[in-house]
């Protein structure tokens, strides 16, 4: 009698359905069975809150994670722009210095030269290239491929490798020597070349930076 609605549910053969209960006026769900070769009907109530509760604790809880994670990506993604802009007006700020620096050697009239020892690798200006005999397009990637291609006089080879092997070793604050090197004409072209070398924590050298001049005109004078 506190469930009118029991029948007709029963008797629309709904397994369950939502009913305001006559008793408190709460919500509730109920799930209505018949009992099988009986006139009897099983009915069992649950209020909605209770039964939603769960449910609702758990949605909100993926919400609030949804939303966390959501707001690290876009931390993430603010910073992570962020980095690139920094990365990007270092990348042009260097390439500015390295603009102006080779100006300001072109303007003194100076090859430059960057030698890293470990791999062998080396680096020419234009401008070093043309004072040793070579084309300012050459490619000289190592030092090995760089004596390979540059003929030194045949007076100055003992000098330079000494020079250098001092200045390597620590005996020398600088590296500063004068050799000829022979240029396509065939004539010698006396080069006045200075640098120093970088050296790791325990004082091994790692890498010999320097300029070169000629001054073939000084020497015949």
Not at 9 to 26: C, L
Not at 143 to 160: L, S, Y
Not at 171 to 197: D, I
Request: proline residues 3%; positive net charge.
């Amino acid at each position: 009698r506190h469930y009118p609605s029991l029948a007709v549910t029963a008797t629309a053969g709904a397994a369950m359905t939502r009913i305001v209960s006559p008793i408190n006026g709460k919500q509730e769900f109920i799930a209505v069975a018949r009992v099988r070769d009986t006139p009897l009907v099983l009915a069992v109530t649950r209020e909605t809150s209770v039964t939603l509760g769960g449910w609702r604790d758990q949605a909100t809880r993926l919400g609030v994670r949804t939303l966390i994670v959501a707001l690290l990506g876009a931390l993430t993604i603010a910073a992570l722009l962020h980095q690139l802009r920094r990365v990007e007006a270092s990348e042009k700020a260097l390439r500015q210095s390295e603009q102006r620096y080779a100006l300001a050697m072109e303007g003194a009239n100076e090859g430059h030269w960057d030698w890293d020892i470990a791999s062998d690798r080396l680096f020419l200006s234009p401008k070093m290239k043309l004072l040793e005999g070579q084309s300012a397009e050459a490619r000289s990637t190592t030092r090995t491929a760089w004596r390979e291609h540059t003929v030194v006089h045949p007076d100055d080879v003992r000098r330079v490798d000494a020079t250098l092997s001092e200045h390597l070793e620590g005996r020398t604050a600088r590296y500063e020597c004068e050799y000829r090197v022979r240029q396509p004409n065939g004539e010698w072209c006396w080069l006045q070349v200075r640098g120093r070398c970088l050296r790791d924590a325990k004082g091994n050298p790692y890498r010999l930076v320097g300029s070169a001049i000629e001054v073939t005109a000084q020497k015949q004078a």
